[in-house]
């Protein structure tokens, strides 16, 4: 099927001259990137502009960044713990500077082997500067124009605010700040209780630092099964990072030394410095998409579910399409949609399968539908769920962490869901994204073996239990 359709197209495109290209891209993070090699392999020519590195928010100022600010956290962790698996350490301190040329080195070295694989490919001209679109099939970066006969528009997120709350990038930061402080905040708020809050809070208090999360939701993780935000409520409270749920923020003023934050009803929180983290928001503004008729929904890039826009030829992917802003989100829609021009017909993305993770101490990990979500689509009693306790898991019990796998089943029917906390479990996802995106049945998932002693076992162990043959556990 894919050759012949790859055939008829070949026939039909004519060679590119210096501007014009079968693809022009807009923006070279996760999505733009992705799309930009996968068309490329595809044979087709692509110009990818990006006013400022290509790689993008998940490379630069998220997702790796932050991990590794995370991955240092846990270091001074389990030095201060170290005495429990009888080692001697002592943690004499954690070096900021150090941290930071760790973690830039890190970024450093995925940048460039980002870069040589764009600059390998001989159909992609990469082009450095600021574009906007001034025509429907025409993307112009300091006065040259770039004509795609399709464009994709992948211009990404910024750090969204509250009305009237002015980010200073001193007291009142971004992550985007926060991944380049010099130093250790001896206190800290953190607003907002979604994903960048809770791995925030979570490193600067391995870090030492003493946080309090502040959510206006009844609890922390909202969009995650009810059960997860319990299990990490539980352990942020046992690591002693506060957290007051369920009160929206109304104000924060500056003292002598830091910020005070007021909640709604009149309780304040004082700290050195507060850390915003409400949400992302699409990158769309002042680009010419509306100029040129691309529609969009609170600046949202509206898609049908083959990521077009309402321009013929126009795509968007990415954190600038509603839905998770996740960079494998954006990896999967760029190749998308390169496969989608080129003429390959790629079955459409189930953005419930996109496996999320949240890399906090513990980790969160999930995929599928919720306890809740599940309940709602399929009927109250036509969902079962299963929790196995990985204090039944031998490499569990060797980490020392605490947590769960929890799956959700359709009765006589697959797997919708897997939720999972505990060390390492972001690990763990790519099984359990597997078997819900191949809907799998627990008794399918009970046949295969989980090496001895891993915390997949967990996984299999779970599965055995809900087909009925329960091993470590009881039914
Ligand atoms: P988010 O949408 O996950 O969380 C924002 C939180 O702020 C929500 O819980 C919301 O209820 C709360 N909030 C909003 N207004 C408030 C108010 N007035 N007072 C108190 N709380 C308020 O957004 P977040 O954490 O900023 O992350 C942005 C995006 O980046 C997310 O879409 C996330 O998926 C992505 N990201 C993903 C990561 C991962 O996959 N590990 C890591 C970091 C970010």
């Known amino acids: ?217 009844p609890r922390l993780v909202a969009a995650e099964d009810a059960d997860l935000s319990k299990a990490l409520e539980r352990a942020y409270r046992k690591r002693g990072i506060n957290f007051k749920v369920g009160k929206p923020f109304e104000k924060v003023e500056r003292t002598e030394n830091g910020v005070r934050a007021t909640l709604a009803g009149g309780e304040t929180v004082e700290a050195e410095l507060m850390l915003v983290a409400v949400g992302r928001g699409p990158t769309t503004a002042n680009l010419g998409y509306e100029e040129q008729g691309v529609t969009l929904d609170r600046g949202f890039v509206t898609t049908d579910e083959r990521l077009r826009t309402s321009v013929p030829n126009v795509y968007a992917v990415g954190d600038i399409v509603p839905g998770l802003q996740l960079a494998h989100r954006g990896f999967q829609q760029g190749i998308f ?42 009927g109250d009693d036509k969902v079962t769920a299963y929790t196995y306790n990985l204090g039944g898991n031998g490499r569990s019990s060797i980490l020392k962490t605490q947590g769960f796998i929890k799956v959700v089943r359709v009765d006589d029917g697959p797997v919708v869901g897997i939720h999972m906390v505990g060390a390492r479990v972001g690990e763990l996802i790519a099984e359990a994204q597997l078997i819900y995106n191949w809907e799998a049945y627990p008794a399918e998932v009970a046949q295969l073996i989980h090496p001895h002693p891993t915390q997949s076992e967990a996984l299999g162990e779970a599965h055995l239990a809900l087909a009925g043959k329960p091993l470590h556990a009881h039914a």
């Open 337 to 378: 949609v390169a496969e989608e021009i080129a003429g390959l017909n790629p079955p459409v993305i189930d953005e419930a399968g996109i496996p999320r993770v949240t890399y906090s101490d513990p980790e969160l990990a999930s995929v599928g539908l919720t306890e809740a979500k599940a309940k709602e689509r399929h």
């Open 1 to 217: 099927m894919a050759e012949v359709a790859r055939a008829t197209w070949e026939m039909t495109v004519s060679q590119p001259n210096e501007t014009t290209f079968d693809v022009v891209i807009l923006g070279g993070g996760s999505g733009g990137y992705a799309a930009a090699l996968r068309a490329a392999q595809l044979d087709l020519s692509v110009a990818l502009i990006e006013k400022d590195k290509l790689g993008g928010t998940c490379l630069h100022r998220g997702c790796i960044p932050t991990k590794a600010l995370l991955h240092a956290g846990e270091i001074a962790d389990q030095t201060r713990e170290s005495e429990a698996f009888g080692v001697k350490a002592e943690l004499l301190g954690v070096d900021m500077a150090g941290v930071n040329t760790y973690k830039d080195g890190v970024v450093g070295r995925l940048y460039k082997g980002l870069q040589g694989l764009v600059k390998g490919s001989k159909l992609i001209t990469y082009v450095e500067g600021h574009g906007t679109l001034v025509a429907p099939n025409a993307v112009e970066v300091d006065g040259t124009r770039y004509t795609g006969r399709n464009v994709i528009l992948a211009t990404g997120s910024y750090s969204r605010s509250l009305p009237g709350l002015e980010l200073d990038g001193e007291r009142v930061i971004s992550s985007e700040h926060a991944l380049t402080l010099d130093r250790v905040p001896t206190s800290a708020i953190v607003l907002g209780g979604g994903v960048i809050g809770v791995e925030f809070a979570s490193a600067w208090k391995s870090f030492g630092a003493d946080v309090t999360i502040l959510e206006a939701l």
